[in-house]
C-alpha cells in the first residue's frame, strides 16, 4: 500500500483554539503539515512560501467586527492564485451576512465553533478532496498522454477513469472499437486519442459523419466512384476509404448508415488481408440493439449483428456528464482558464449559485454544453465570480434578495447577450431576434457593456462532416 499524500494546512489566527480544532480533527486520508499565522500579512508570506492545500482562518481577521468594517484581507489575496486554496472561515458567533460575504469572496465553507470534531474533519476531508481534485485538472490528460485533444475529457469519477485505461490499452492495438455516448459526451475526441496513441498516428484520420450527406451517396463517399473497387489491387476507388488508407477511420453515427452500406463494410471487415490498411473506429449514441447487445431496449439502434462483433472488438461506453458528479466543477474550472485567458478576462471563479446550478443541471449536450455555457459566461459575466444568470442556468440556485430592477437587467443582459450569440454578433439579425430596432440594439449593447468583437463567430452552427479533400471531389 502506497504512502498517504502528504498535505499542508495553514491556520491564521489570534488565539490557539482554532488550531487545535483542525489538529484533533487529523482527516485519515493523508499526512498533512499545520502551519500558524497570526496576523494577514504573515499569511500571505505564508501562502507564497508553503504554497498550502487549505487555509482556515478566524473571522475576525477577515471581516473585523462587521462587513462594512472589512479591509483587504486574505481572500482578496488567495483570489488571485492561479490555482487557490480552499479557505474555511470560522466564526465564534452566527452571523448570516458575514457567512454570505464570505463565500461571494470565495470561501469554501463558513462555520461556527463550538463544532464537533467529527464534523470539521469531515468539512477538512471534503475541501482537501476537492482541491486535490482541482490540482489534477492539468495532470491528468499528462498521465494518459501527451496528446492535446484530451484536453476536454479532465475526469475523476470511476467511469471516465475506466474510459481511460481503456483507450490506453486499445489504442496499441489494431482492434476495432464501438464508441457508446450520447452527443456531446466527446467521442470524436476519444477516437482520435486512440489514434495518436496507436502506432498509426503518422497516418490520416478521417471522419465519416451520415450528417448532412444523402444516404444513397454515402457509399461512394466511403468506397469512392461507381466501378472502382477498394478490395481490388488494380483499381482502388479514391473514397474516404482510400485516403485513410496507413490511418484511422472513424464512423459516427454508424446505426443511422443504410442498410446496403453495412452490408458492404461487413464484407469488408471479412477480407482483412485485402483491404487498404485502415482501423476502423465507430460511435453510436446508444448501445446497438442486436443478439449481442442484451441490455439494448427496443428504442436503441439496430446493428447487423455480424457486423457488430467485428466492430465492437472493444466496446468503450462513455458516461453523461449528469452522471460524472464533481467531473462538472472540475471541468467547468478548466473551461474557465481557458476562455478567460482567450477573451483577457480576469475571472476568479463560479459563485455559489453557479456551482449550485451546474450541479443540479441535467446537462443534455453534455460536455459540449457545459463549454459552450462557460463560455457564454466568460463574455457576459460583469463580476469576478460567474453567476448562474451568466451560464444562462438561471432557473436553479437563483438568488432571492434581487431587487424587481437588477432582475429586469439581468434578462435583458441575458436576451441580448443570447441574441448576439446566436447571429454571430451581427446587429441587425440579433436586434430581429428580440423585435427591435438596430438603433436601440447598439444602445442595448452600450447599456449592457458588450464588447462586439467577443461575438464573431460564435454561432450555432450545424456539426459539418470531416472529409479531406480527393482526386475527382468537385
Not at 445 to 462: E, H, M, T, V, Y
Amino acid at each position: 500500500m502506497s504512502a498517504p499524500e502528504h498535505k499542508v494546512l495553514l491556520v491564521v489566527e489570534r488565539d490557539r483554539a482554532i488550531s487545535a480544532l483542525v489538529s484533533d480533527a487529523n482527516p485519515t486520508s493523508c499526512e498533512h503539515d499545520i502551519h500558524r499565522s497570526d496576523t494577514v500579512a504573515d499569511a500571505a508570506t505564508s501562502i507564497g512560501t508553503l504554497h498550502p492545500d487549505v487555509v482556515v482562518m478566524d473571522a475576525e481577521l477577515v471581516f473585523g467586527s462587521g462587513v462594512g468594517e472589512r479591509e483587504p484581507s486574505l481572500l482578496d489575496i488567495i483570489r488571485e492564485i492561479a490555482l487557490p486554496p480552499k479557505v474555511i472561515v470560522v466564526a465564534d458567533t452566527e452571523n448570516r451576512e458575514l457567512a454570505a460575504e464570505a463565500i461571494r469572496l470565495g470561501a469554501f465553507d463558513y462555520c461556527v465553533r463550538p463544532m464537533r470534531t467529527d464534523e470539521f474533519s469531515v468539512l477538512l476531508g471534503r475541501a482537501l478532496h476537492i482541491r486535490e481534485l482541482e490540482a489534477g485538472i492539468e495532470d491528468l490528460p499528462g498521465r494518459l498522454s501527451s496528446v492535446e485533444r484530451f484536453e476536454n475529457l479532465v475526469g475523476s469519477c470511476d467511469a471516465m477513469r475506466a474510459v481511460f485505461s481503456a483507450v490506453a490499452r486499445v489504442a496499441a492495438t489494431d482492434a476495432c472499437v464501438l464508441l457508446v455516448g450520447e452527443s456531446g459526451t466527446g467521442r470524436r475526441i476519444i477516437a482520435r486519442a486512440i489514434h495518436h496513441l496507436s502506432p498509426r498516428c503518422g497516418g490520416p484520420f478521417v471522419v465519416v459523419s451520415s450528417g448532412g450527406v444523402a444516404p444513397e451517396a454515402m457509399e461512394g463517399e466511403i468506397f469512392g466512384r461507381v466501378g472502382r473497387d477498394p478490395l481490388s489491387e488494380s483499381g482502388r476507388g479514391s473514397g474516404l476509404l482510400e485516403q485513410a488508407d496507413g490511418g484511422t477511420l472513424l464512423l459516427e453515427g454508424v446505426c443511422g448508415l443504410p442498410l446496403p452500406l453495412l452490408a458492404r463494410l461487413t464484407a469488408l471487415l471479412r477480407e482483412r488481408e485485402t483491404r487498404p490498411d485502415v482501423r476502423i473506429v465507430a460511435s453510436t449514441d446508444h448501445p446497438p440493439r442486436c443478439g449481442a447487445a442484451s441490455g439494448a431496449g427496443e428504442d436503441s439502434p439496430t446493428l447487423r449483428e455480424d457486423l457488430y462483433y467485428r466492430l465492437g472488438v472493444v466496446t468503450i461506453e462513455l458516461p453523461p456528464l449528469r452522471e460524472r458528479g464533481e467531473d462538472i466543477a472540475i471541468m467547468a474550472r478548466a473551461f474557465l482558464a481557458k476562455y478567460s485567458r482567450e477573451h483577457a478576462r480576469a475571472l476568479s471563479g463560479f459563485g455559489r449559485s453557479a456551482m449550485a446550478s451546474m450541479m443540479s443541471h441535467g446537462w443534455p449536450g453534455n460536455v459540449a454544453e457545459l463549454e459552450a455555457r462557460v463560455r457564454r459566461a466568460v463574455i457576459l459575466s460583469r463580476g469576478r465570480l460567474v453567476s448562474a444568470v451568466d451560464l444562462g442556468l438561471n432557473g436553479n440556485g437563483r438568488s432571492t434578495d434581487r431587487s424587481l430592477a437588477e432582475a429586469r437587467s439581468e434578462l435583458e443582459r441575458s436576451m441580448v447577450t443570447d441574441a448576439l450569440l446566436q447571429a454571430a454578433g451581427n446587429v441587425s439579425r440579433a436586434a430581429r431576434a428580440i423585435g427591435v430596432s438596430r438603433p436601440t440594439m447598439y444602445d442595448l449593447i452600450r447599456k449592457c457593456q458588450l464588447d462586439l468583437s467577443n461575438f464573431k463567430g460564435l454561432a450555432r452552427r450545424p456539426k459539418p462532416v470531416v472529409r479531406p479533400p480527393g482526386p475527382g471531389r468537385a
